[in-house]
């Protein structure tokens, strides 16, 4: 183990093949700009890869489970009456079969909630490990050998139908496998765009950056659905072999640090001038020259102000989150609109909408908490407003197809609104908090931290829905608005100080002209 450290240590200060191409064939050593480019577009790329293999689950699951319960259309206590027969699900199922085996039995909805829970406690639990490697090895190589090992155990759920595996716990042990390597992602991303970005506008560039969540959702979602009808296997498959390609891209072009590539930010401005006190390119801390930075400990980064506020409320967030990531699909192909259900292909590719507006609150909240200097102000009042989305959505989403878009962008735009602020700008300001006295080498493991306690919570959401959908999903409704409502209030200390900062603000700001005008009275 140690020899395998010292090597990624040497490779660390090397760039990468990729970029050591593009120099020779340019004859000229690529801008700090230039780098920053491809660093948004590769680890963007990557991170799109991850989510388009993790939604590919949600869309089979009506596949493989074609008649979850009728008890789940059971509406309590909203109940409502619908003009079709339950028996036109059965016909809307996969022609090749009433679903597949074992998840086709009557205990099926709970099978795969036993593997959402499966997949995501692994993950959650890989973080923490995953964070506290980033910090201390090649994260070039360590997101590589995470991506082309999600690819191979995405793939090898795939390969089931092909090889007519009708095991529960072949399905299990390949989404634990896949959970540990998809781990490795997260931390590794935020970690690099981090040492590349700067504290100004984080908030918007990460919020932008971030739509790479719900862009790899609705790209996961669209080859899953049209993939079924050559065979589930491929939903799986294909997402696989995209994220190993992808995989392979990032090991040819990522620049892991300024310092990996030996790109030093003076030069690039001597270029580039920019306005005086311009940090937008500035890197999130400046490394000190000639000493050995210590990564710092899981415990220590705990300590580590605003971090476990911030990681609880995310427990919370990702709960509602990862409910609609694994489970609007199947919800839809379940509920009737406007009196008729939809099938499990259309109801997929509806379900995108939902990371539409992910897209957007995203953005928006990036924006807003850069222009108020105010996460968890930000976050915790897209929270609250969360909560009537979700009862609107609930209630009236069934009315006709136009409803169910509208309240669906809102609750999308919502719900993912702050949970992609605390996993990037918020995860990245932590990382750098000033408590670490200029610390480079904390970044991965407060991402971590606080990504995979979000993790813990998107492991139990979808379990927990996989159980009680089977007797009403209004009660699954109710469990995610009190989510939202705990998520909120967890970050009422932090919020109740950014009130009081910006109060103390207003006033000094305001004590200048107070004590002019009282000059001038004197006068």
């Not at 506020?309 to 199947?330: D, E, G, H, I, Q």
Request: with cysteine; proline share 4%; glycine share 10%.
């Amino acid at each position: 183990m140690g020899s395998f450290l010292e090597a990624a240590e040497r490779n660390q200060n090397k760039p990468p093949i990729g970029i050591r191409f593009i120099e020779c064939i340019k004859k000229k050593r690529l801008s700090y700009r230039t780098h920053q480019a491809i660093v948004l577009i590769v680890t963007f790329l990557a991170y799109t890869s991850y989510h388009a293999a993790r939604k590919t689950t949600s869309i089979v699951k009506s596949t493989l489970d074609p008649e979850s319960s009728e008890a789940g259309l059971k509406f309590v206590p909203w109940r409502i009456t619908y003009s079709s027969e339950p028996g036109e699900i059965k016909s809307l199922s996969w022609k090749l079969g009433d679903g597949w085996a074992p998840f086709n039995a009557s205990d099926g909805t709970a099978l795969l909630g036993e593997l959402d829970l499966a997949f995501l406690a692994i993950y959650a639990l890989g973080m923490y490990f995953s964070g506290h490697l980033g910090d201390r090895i090649n994260l070039r190589i360590f997101l590589t050998v995470g991506m082309v090992g999600t690819g191979i155990f995405t793939s090898l759920f795939g390969v089931g139908f092909w090889a007519n595996v009708h095991n529960f716990y072949y399905y299990l042990m390949v989404q634990m496998l896949a959970g540990l390597f998809q781990s490795t992602g997260w931390p590794s991303v935020v970690a690099v765009v981090g040492n590349w970005f700067g504290k100004k506008k984080r908030g918007l560039i990460m919020g932008i950056w971030n739509a790479h969540t719900s862009v790899g959702n609705i790209s996961g979602s669209l080859i899953a659905a049209a993939m079924l009808s050559y065979g589930w296997g491929w939903s799986f498959v294909l997402p696989g072999l995209l994220i190993t390609f992808f995989g392979f891209l990032v090991f040819a072009l990522l620049p892991v640090s300024p310092e990996a590539v030996g790109v030093d930010q003076d030069e690039d401005e001597l270029d580039s001038p920019s306005k005086a006190g311009e940090g937008v390119t500035e890197p999130l801390l400046a490394s000190v020259s000639g000493v050995k930075q210590e990564a710092v400990g899981f415990i220590e980064a705990w300590k580590i102000p605003g971090v476990a506020p911030f990681a609880l409320c995310l427990f919370f967030a990702k709960l509602v989150a990862y409910t609609f990531l694994y489970w609007l699909p199947f919800y839809i192909s379940h509920t009737a609109i406007d009196g008729k259900y939809l099938s499990d292909g259309t109801a997929g590719n509806l379900s995108t909408l939902f990371d539409v507006g992910g897209v957007v609150g995203g953005i928006l909240a990036g924006h807003i908490s850069d222009r108020l200097d105010a996460r968890a102000i930000t976050a915790a009042s897209f929270m609250y407003c969360s909560i009537p989305a979700l009862f609107f959505y609930r209630s009236y989403g069934h009315l006709s197809l136009g409803v169910n878009i509208a309240f669906m962008l809102l609750t999308g735009m919502l719900v993912n609104g702050p949970y992609a602020l605390i996993t990037t700008a918020v995860s990245a300001d932590l990382g750098t908090h000033s408590s670490l006295k200029g610390n480079s080498r904390a970044l991965a493991t407060v991402t971590a931290i606080i990504d995979g306690t979000g993790s813990v919570g998107a492991a139990i959401g979808p379990l927990l829905t996989g159980y009680i959908s089977a007797k009403s999903w209004s009660a699954v409704f109710t469990m995610l608005m009190a989510a939202a409502l705990v998520a909120g209030l967890l970050l009422t200390r932090l919020v109740v100080a950014e009130v009081a900062a910006k109060i103390a603000e207003s006033r000094s700001q305001g004590s200048p002209a107070s004590k002019a005008q009282a000059a001038a009275f004197d006068v």
